[in-house]
């Protein structure tokens, strides 16, 4: 039979079967171990309902993506998450954030949460910046204002929303579907933090078509490294200069006839991104050293 993995918990599966409302819960073939196959919520499973009423998970379906933070795989939409305080918003992570997006063919949509704490000039700055690259969003999680929009935005779609802990990943969820569907947690007041409060990703179906996943806010990210592709690639609006630089294997550091330096200079690109840009190379520079060591 065919069906969804929908969440794990502790060594076992929770499967959805294709056209039932009902859940199984599940474990995995031990064969999957053997092969480092992990399966992953939002995975397509095939799989048998044993003598006990429980399940057992015999092949996994070819992935469409998957992410390893959060970890989930089948995803059309990140909805990568920012507040705008409490925790303060990032744009280095944002970018980074953005990047696994791209990675995966995944379409990035921005939100930024928390409207009751934006500060004068906030909202210029962060227009600025992406308001011509993305979708961007901002939306009050305390009272739902803005949420219709998200709404429109993944209908018909699986979208996983993700962040750092605390920015309203599991409010926002709640909002959308007008219902207390995830806990919600609290913000540390010395440390302006979450506090962990999602522990597993859960799919929850809007509609029939519609899929939200709420994930764990994260502390920390690091984005993959190991891919065979330019870093450039998937910034949108530096991949779009790049073909006009001098030099075709040019990284836009220091090079002579760099276009995107000299779009740096005059304003057709955001110093923002390009700093990112900057940091997440030299990251991958440094990993790379330090596996061919
Ligand atoms: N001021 C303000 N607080 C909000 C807003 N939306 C959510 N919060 C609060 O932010 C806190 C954290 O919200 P959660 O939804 O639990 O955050 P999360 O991102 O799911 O965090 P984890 O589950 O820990 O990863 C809660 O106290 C929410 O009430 C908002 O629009 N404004
Ligand atoms: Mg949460
Ligand atoms: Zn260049």
């Given at each position: 039979?065919?069906?969804r993995?929908?969440k794990g918990v502790g060594?076992f599966?929770i ?9 199984v ?8 171990k053997k092969e ?8 397509y499973v095939e ?10 998970i015999?092949d996994i379906?070819d992935?469409?993506n998957?992410?390893?933070?959060p970890?989930?795989s089948?995803i059309?939409i990140l909805?990568?998450?920012?507040a ?10 944002l970018?980074k954030l ?6 995966a063919l995944?379409?990035p949509?921005?939100i930024?949460?928390k409207m009751d704490l934006?500060?004068?000039g906030d909202?210029?700055?962060?227009n600025s ?5 993305y979708p961007l ?5 305390l ?7 998200v709404?429109?935005t993944i209908?018909?779609?699986t979208s996983?929303?993700?962040g750092q802990s605390g920015?309203?990943?599991?409010t ?6 007008k219902?207390?569907k995830?806990e919600?947690g609290?913000?540390s007041h ?5 506090k ?5 990703v859960?799919?929850f179906?809007y509609?029939e078509?519609?899929?939200i ?11 993959s490294?190991?891919?065979g ?6 910034f949108i ?7 006009d630089?001098?030099?075709r294997?040019c990284?836009h550091v220091?090079?002579p006839?760099?276009?995107v330096?000299e779009a740096?200079?005059e304003g ?19 990993f790379?050293?330090e596996r061919?060591?």
């Amino acid at each position: 039979m065919k069906g969804r993995i929908i969440k794990g918990v502790g060594g076992f599966y929770i499967v959805r079967p294709s056209n039932e409302k009902k859940e199984v819960m599940s474990k995995a073939r031990g064969v999957f171990k053997k092969e480092g196959l992990t399966p992953l919520v939002g995975d397509y499973v095939e799989w048998d309902m044993l003598q006990d009423n429980t399940g057992i998970i015999t092949d996994i379906y070819d992935r469409k993506n998957s992410f390893i933070r959060p970890s989930v795989s089948n995803i059309d939409i990140l909805l990568i998450v920012m507040a705008f305080d409490r925790p303060l918003y990032d744009m280095r992570l944002l970018d980074k954030l953005i990047v696994t997006a791209e990675q995966a063919l995944t379409d990035p949509v921005i939100i930024f949460n928390k409207m009751d704490l934006e500060k004068p000039g906030d909202r210029e700055t962060i227009n600025s910046i992406y308001k011509d690259l993305y979708p961007l969003y901002f939306v009050k999680g305390l009272t739902g204002e803005g949420i219709e929009e998200v709404r429109k935005t993944i209908k018909g779609k699986t979208s996983a929303l993700t962040g750092q802990s605390g920015v309203g990943n599991s409010t926002i969820l709640n909002r959308i579907f007008k219902e207390e569907k995830a806990e919600t947690g609290i913000i540390s007041h010395k440390s302006k933090r979450g506090k962990h409060t999602t522990r597993h990703v859960e799919i929850f179906l809007y509609d029939e078509d519609t899929e939200i996943l709420d994930t764990p806010g994260f502390s920390s990210f690091e984005t993959s490294m190991e891919d065979g592709h330019r870093l450039s690639d998937y910034f949108i609006d530096i991949n779009r200069l790049q073909k006009d630089c001098r030099f075709r294997d040019c990284k836009h550091v220091n090079e002579p006839g760099c276009r995107v330096i000299e779009a740096v200079k005059e304003g057709d690109l955001s110093e923002s991104r390009y700093s990112s840009y900057l940091e997440q190379l030299k990251e991958r520079e440094l990993f790379e050293k330090e596996r061919f060591k």
